[in-house]
């Protein structure tokens, strides 16, 4: 079959390039993707934006294209799935109701409380002052978030009640997020570990993925501003066989029945943030749409099924009876930055040393990149996600780290602790 992409991120990539091996696929087009899409064997980029429906399904359409998988949040928060299907093209993706778990927060926060899911206590806010003394009333540390898309960017884990009253100020004054941030929720902080627990999902059943756990932070240690993802690793060992369990029964399915009684039913990748809490808990953080992105590169680096075929037989008959096979090593990646991100960050630097990367054990997935000639330069703050296997996680760190040394851009940035979790784990047993 032909496969679109939409999309031109990490994410992206590691799904062009897996749906690219399936016996299924004869060639797989990407909207606009990338410098490594380009390069890919039987991938091809097309240079239409991801918000262009009408251009996008014209192509779909001439092209003869079965299956379209959607990447980014925006365009099936903006209703892309739904242009499709109106149109008798064949979209793995969310409809734009069923997208609202990752387009608002405070629906999402909502739609948990009302099927009794488990998730932190929170309430939302309009109102500057009504949120400030809510704030206060609460104390700190404690959770702000805007309440639309942002990027990845728009939640402040504050750690003192002056942090907290900054942040609002900034979003409710539609400063920091613009229309995203003009309503917030504010949460109760949770201690624990985070994991990310993803499913491919019909309407009504889901298909777990491999757990992965990322790492929002900017800096070694956990420390900086949020950023979309400075890394993740696949699987995470907070995430054991009984964890799983209890994940699918307690969050997932009750998500799929809850929407389904909603008159959304959920179709497309679930993504599901989690926080498990030191006694054994888990509490859902977040809803995204979508697959998460630097997750999705180790998982797909893991993936050894046709994932074509799986999210065709989605759309058709359903997942009755499907199953995914799985590389039992751990997959690692590790991303390269632009210095100042998630600030401000230069672009178009020549980047070096890509060709020594490759083979069965590693692979750069690109995100921030363009073509200028024959040469890959920057394109964007997350730059590449460097992927290593191993038997452990601390080997597939090993692996990741050796391919990243040796690629380099001027101010090129990285975290050194990618997986510092599952290795300190894996030390002591």
């Not at 990447?71 to 409809?95: H, I, K, M, T, W």
Request: proline share 4%.
């Amino acid at each position: 079959m032909k496969v679109l992409v939409i999309g031109g991120g990490g994410r992206e990539h590691a799904l062009a390039w897996r749906l690219s091996l399936g016996a299924s696929v004869s060639q797989v087009h990407v909207a606009p993707g990338n410098a490594g899409t380009a390069l890919e064997p039987n991938v091809a980029n097309l240079s239409i934006a991801v918000d262009d429906f009408a251009k996008l399904a014209e192509f779909a359409r001439e092209e003869g294209v079965d299956l379209t998988i959607v990447g980014p949040e925006a365009p099936l928060v903006g209703g892309l799935a739904d242009y499709f299907n109106a149109q008798g093209l064949r979209c793995f993706g969310p409809s734009r109701a069923a997208a609202q778990l990752e387009g608002s927060k405070a629906f999402a926060k909502g739609f948990l409380q009302r099927h009794g899911i488990p998730t932190a206590t929170s309430e939302t806010f309009a109102d500057l002052a009504a949120a400030k003394a809510y704030v206060r009333a609460q104390g700190a540390p404690i959770v702000i978030k805007a309440d639309g898309l942002a990027a990845g960017k728009g939640v402040v884990v504050a750690q003192s009640l002056t942090e907290a009253e900054t942040a609002l100020q900034a979003m409710l004054s539609g400063d920091a997020f613009g229309d995203a941030g003009r309503r917030v929720v504010v949460e109760e902080f949770l201690e624990g570990e985070e994991a990310s627990f993803i499913a491919l999902c019909d309407g009504h059943l889901a298909l777990p993925l491999a757990s992965s756990q990322d790492h929002k932070a900017a800096y070694d240690g956990d420390r900086g501003l949020n950023t979309g993802g400075m890394g993740a690793y696949s699987p995470t060992p907070v995430v054991d066989d009984s964890m799983h369990e209890r994940i699918m029964e307690r969050i997932v399915q009750p998500t799929l029945a809850g929407m389904a009684s909603e008159g959304a039913p959920y179709l497309g990748f679930l993504y599901v943030g989690l926080m498990v809490t030191p006694s054994g808990a888990a509490k859902v953080i977040e809803f995204n749409c979508r697959l998460g992105d630097p997750e999705a590169q180790p998982i797909m680096m893991r993936l050894r099924s046709d994932l074509a075929a799986v999210c065709a037989k989605a759309l058709d008959e359903g997942l009755e009876g499907a199953s995914l096979d799985w590389d039992a090593r751990a997959a690692l990646g590790v991303v390269m930055a632009a210095e100042g991100y998630p600030g401000a960050y230069a672009k178009g630097e020549a980047i070096t040393g890509l060709d020594a990367v490759g083979g069965e054990r590693c692979k750069a997935f690109h995100a921030g990149t363009r073509m200028d000639g024959e040469s890959v330069v920057t394109n964007g703050g997350r730059v590449l996600c460097v992927v290593g296997l191993g038997d452990t996680v601390a080997d597939a760190q090993a692996e990741a780290y050796a391919a990243v040394a040796g690629i380099d851009w001027r101010n090129v940035r990285y975290r050194f602790d990618i997986g510092h979790r599952a290795i300190a784990r894996e030390k002591r047993f």
